[in-house]
T-cell receptor, first 112, second 113 residues
Framework: AQSVTQLGSHVSVSEGALVLLRCNYS??????LFWYVQYPNQGLQLLLK??????LVKGINGFEAEFKKSETSFHLTKPSAHMSDAAEYFC??????????FGQGTILTVHP | AAGVIQSPRHLIKEKRETATLKCYPI?????VYWYQQGPGQDPQFLIS???????DKGSIPDRFSAQQFSDYHSELNMSSLELGDSALYFC????????????FGPGTRLTVT
């Protein structure tokens, strides 16, 4: 079965600092991986996706993620955090028929 | 651009009542997914439909049923509601049955008292 594990349920950074949210996957087949962001009381917005093309994936709002097969990782990064980045972030893997299996989520707090 | 529409946005029901949640996919999308997100939890897949047929099933209780109609909208019917059913229910739509890009609606927040 395919799954993802997000390391760290809470991450706190200062405005302007590097954002690094960790995600490791488990899959017996080449995975399709996603990062979603959820603002309070809102739906899930797709940040970026990896579908076996380029290993470095660029998404919206300045985020990017790198697929590393050797490390089974798909960490999300952003060079400089903004206050508006404060939200919960979910890593997800696509299983059969497009079904998404999500990680436990990481709440990002950005301090002024 | 048109997005996924879910109604109602908020719903309050008592235990043992029934609830119906509706999802209207993005125009031309033929696949619908339902997810349940409990408080402080990650979304859990419930069920999906492609071209009006059930395509996959997850951890959906027997008390729940769903279908996709000829206009591709979908309804999730929940009976004998329990306190534990209180959650945010998301619908996502996609194009095709092996779609790897799903667009999520804003969710329906169900509170069971």
């Amino acid at each position: 079965a395919q799954s993802v594990t997000q390391l760290g349920s809470h991450v706190s950074v200062s405005e302007g600092a590097l954002v690094l949210l960790r995600c490791n996957y488990s899959s017996s087949v080449p995975p399709y991986l996603f990062w979603y962001v959820q603002y309070p009381n809102q739906g899930l917005q797709l940040l970026l996706k990896y579908t076996s093309a380029a290993t470095l994936v660029k998404g919206i709002n300045g985020f990017e993620a790198e697929f590393k097969k050797s490390e089974t990782s798909f960490h999300l990064t952003k060079p400089s955090a903004h206050m508006s980045d404060a939200a919960e972030y979910f890593c997800a893997v696509c299983t059969s028929y497009g079904k998404l299996t999500f990680g436990q989520g990481t709440i990002l707090t950005v301090h002024p | 651009a048109a997005g996924v529409i879910q109604s109602p946005r908020h719903l309050i029901k008592e235990k043992r009542e029934t609830a119906t949640l509706k999802c209207y996919p993005i125009p031309r999308h033929d696949t619908v997914y339902w997810y349940q997100q409990g408080p402080g939890q990650d979304p859990q897949f419930l069920i999906s439909f492609y071209e009006k047929m059930q395509s996959d099933k997850g951890s959906i209780p027997d008390r729940f049923s769903a279908q996709q109609f000829s206009d591709y909208h979908s309804e999730l019917n929940m009976s004998s509601l329990e306190l534990g059913d209180s959650a945010l229910y998301f619908c996502a739509s996609a194009l095709g049955d092996q779609a790897y890009e799903q667009y999520f609606g804003p969710g329906t927040r169900l509170t069971v008292t």
